[in-house]
C-alpha cells in the first residue's frame, strides 16, 4: 500500500493529464459552446452583458475545472467537512450581510461577483455525506447514533436556504443528500417514515408559503388561471418549444425569444429559447450529451478504488440527473417554477462555479482512482 501511494504521489504532470476523461471534457465544452450561442441569442445576436459574461464565466471556471482535477483526491476527502462548514457559514453570510433582490436574500457581494452561497451547498453536501459514510460499516449505517449527525448536516443548509426565501434550490439540496444517504446503504423504511410524515405536515408548511409560491403551485395546476400574470412564463415556454417543430426555426430565428414574450430567457429558461431555434433533435442533442455526461461521472465512480470516490461520483452524478429534469419538467409545465438553473446552459455564475466544482472533484476521482482513500 505504501508503495503503491507513493507511486501515485509521484506521478507525473504528462501521466496525470494522460489520465483524464477526454470524452467527459470534450462533452463539457460542446455543451458550453453551445451555451455561448444560446446566450448569444438572448441579447439578440449581439455581444451584450449576458453574453460576454457568460463566456468569461465559462472559460474561467472550466480552468478552474483543470486545476482541482490535478489536486489529490485524499485532499479532498481530508477537506470535506471544512468545505460543508464553509459554505454553511457563508449561507449564514447571507441571511445577514446578503443582497435583496425581488423579495429574495440570496447572494453575497463579493465585488468581482454576487455569490450564492446555495448552488455551492449543493456539492458541499454531498462531499460531507461521501466523508462520513465513508468509514461506517453496513451494520452501523442505520444506527440512531449515525443518523444524528448526517440530518442535522442536511436540515440545517435546507432550512437556512428555504428562509431566504428559495424553496426550489433548498429541495434540490436535500435530494443530493438524500441520494448520498441512499447509496451508503440507509434503509428504505427511514424515508418511507419522513416521506409519511412531509405528507402529513404538508398542510402546515404551505401556510408558510410566500404568496408568489403560493401562486407557482395554483399556476402548475392550472397555468390559464392566470394567462398575463402568474401563468404568463409557463404558457410561453410551451408555446415556444411547441413551435420549434422538429428542426426549429433556425439560429437568431426564434419569434417567441426575439419578441420578448419569454421572460428570463438567459436563467431557468434557456433550454425553452434552445429548443424553439433548434426544434425536437437539437434539443435530442442537448439531452444526449448530458446522458454522456452522466454516464462518464458513474463510469468513473466505477473505476475508483476508494469508496469516498464511488460515492461521491454516484452522488453527483445523480444529483446532476435531478438538476437537468427539474429544469426541463418546469419549463415543459410537467414542474411548479422552482427557480432551477439547467447546468452550464444557464446564465448564473454560482450555478457554473458549483457545477465546475463539482465535476473538477468527479476528475480528480479519475486521475487518482488508484489512491486509497483512509
Not at 277 to 293: D, P, Q, V
Request: aromatic share 16%; proline share 4%.
Amino acid at each position: 500500500m505504501l508503495q503503491q501511494r507513493s507511486i501515485q504521489s509521484s506521478q507525473s504532470l504528462r501521466d496525470k493529464i494522460l489520465s483524464f476523461d477526454y470524452v467527459l471534457i470534450f462533452s463539457i465544452l460542446v455543451l458550453g459552446i453551445i451555451s455561448m450561442f444560446a446566450m448569444y441569442s438572448t441579447d439578440g445576436g449581439e455581444f451584450k452583458y449576458h453574453t460576454n459574461s457568460h463566456i468569461l464565466r465559462f472559460f474561467v471556471f472550466f480552468g478552474m475545472f483543470f486545476v482541482i482535477s490535478l489536486i489529490q483526491i485524499r485532499f479532498w476527502h481530508e477537506a470535506s467537512y471544512l468545505i460543508y462548514f464553509t459554505f454553511f457559514l457563508l449561507l449564514l453570510g447571507v441571511k445577514y450581510f446578503g443582497l435583496t433582490s425581488s423579495g429574495s436574500q440570496r447572494w453575497l457581494n463579493l465585488y468581482f461577483m454576487n455569490l450564492q452561497p446555495s448552488e455551492l451547498m449543493k456539492i458541499g453536501l454531498i462531499l460531507f455525506l461521501a466523508k462520513y459514510y465513508h468509514r461506517i460499516s453496513i451494520e452501523n449505517i442505520n444506527s440512531f447514533r449515525h443518523l444524528v449527525l448526517p440530518i442535522t448536516a442536511l436540515i440545517g443548509p435546507v432550512i437556512l436556504v428555504a428562509t431566504q426565501p428559495d424553496l426550489g434550490t433548498s429541495i434540490l439540496i436535500a435530494s443530493g443528500g438524500i441520494v448520498v444517504a441512499w447509496l451508503a446503504g440507509v434503509r428504505p423504511k427511514f424515508f418511507i417514515y419522513s416521506g409519511v410524515a412531509m405528507i402529513a405536515l404538508l398542510p402546515i408548511a404551505i401556510s408558510f408559503l410566500k404568496p408568489y409560491q403560493k401562486s407557482r403551485i395554483l399556476t402548475f395546476l392550472n397555468p390559464e388561471r392566470d394567462p398575463l400574470g402568474a401563468g404568463y412564463q409557463i404558457i410561453q415556454s410551451k408555446i415556444a418549444i411547441g413551435s420549434g417543430g422538429l428542426f426549429g426555426k433556425g439560429f437568431l430565428n426564434g419569434s417567441q425569444s426575439y419578441l420578448d414574450y419569454l421572460p428570463e430567457k438567459h436563467t431557468d429558461f434557456i433550454f425553452t429559447l434552445f429548443s424553439e431555434e433548434f426544434g425536437f433533435f437539437g434539443s435530442l442533442f442537448i439531452l444526449l450529451l448530458y446522458a454522456l455526461i452522466i454516464s462518464r461521472i458513474i463510469r468513473i465512480g466505477n473505476m475508483t478504488r476508494s469508496n469516498f470516490g464511488k460515492l461521491y461520483c454516484y452522488s453527483f452524478g445523480t444529483a446532476f440527473f435531478i438538476y437537468v429534469v427539474v429544469n426541463m419538467m418546469m419549463v415543459l409545465g410537467l414542474l411548479p417554477i422552482v427557480g432551477s438553473p439547467l447546468p452550464i446552459m444557464s446564465y448564473g455564475g454560482s450555478s457554473m462555479l458549483a457545477i465546475m466544482f463539482g465535476l473538477g472533484i468527479v476528475m480528480s476521482c479519475k486521475i487518482y482512482k488508484d489512491v486509497p482513500v483512509n
